[in-house]
């Protein structure tokens, strides 16, 4: 819960300061997670069915 809470308040900050740097920056960092995140779900998946 508290790494929940850390996030709720380094979240917006590091997006205003991206913001301020560039109007695009925001929302390249999120693709890049979005990306990384799929990665890892489509590696743990096919660890998964390699495990069966």
Known sequence: MSLT???NV???L???ALLDMNTH?????VA???GVSY???FA???KAHAIS
Request: charged fraction near 5%.
């Open 32 to 34: 890049g997670f979005l």
């Open 10 to 12: 380094i979240g917006p």
């Open 5 to 7: 809470s850390v996030g």
């Open 44 to 46: 743990v998946r096919i």
């Open 39 to 41: 990665l890892m779900t």
């Open 14 to 16: 590091m997006s205003g």
């Open 25 to 29: 920056y925001p929302y390249i960092v």
